[in-house]
């Protein structure tokens, strides 16, 4: 199966799992899965959360920001990927004061 973002609708979000601002997002889900292609703005961050039967692995495309994995602080940016494993919290954030957006793709997958 072929997923063409370039084509797909994009959503915004607001106050994704509670986080501030909103997620800008083109959405592919199966009922099990899913594969997101997100955007978040300066200031904009997705709520903490628990991936309690499943996992999310996300990779940015562009621009910088910090997760938060189970309490700590990391630095993600362009090239990188973060694995939040079932069982486990994350949040991903951009900072108030960033120079562009961040840019990601993501998948969650059941386990």
Avoid: W
Wanted: aromatic share 8%; net charge negative; glycine share 10%.
């Amino acid at each position: 199966m072929i997923l063409d973002f370039n084509t797909m609708k994009e959503e915004d979000l607001e106050h994704f799992k509670g986080g501030e601002k909103y997620l800008r997002a083109q959405m592919f889900f199966d009922g099990t899965n899913r594969i997101l292609h997100g955007t978040l703005i300066p200031g904009a961050t997705i709520g903490l959360h628990k991936h309690e039967e499943d996992c999310e692995i996300i990779f940015v495309l562009s621009g910088e920001g910090c997760v938060i994995e189970d309490g700590e602080p990391k630095k993600i940016s362009a090239g990188m990927c973060q694995y939040c494993e079932k069982g486990h919290t994350h949040t991903l954030q951009n900072a108030q004061d960033a120079k562009e957006d961040l840019v990601f793709y993501a998948v969650v997958a059941k386990q």
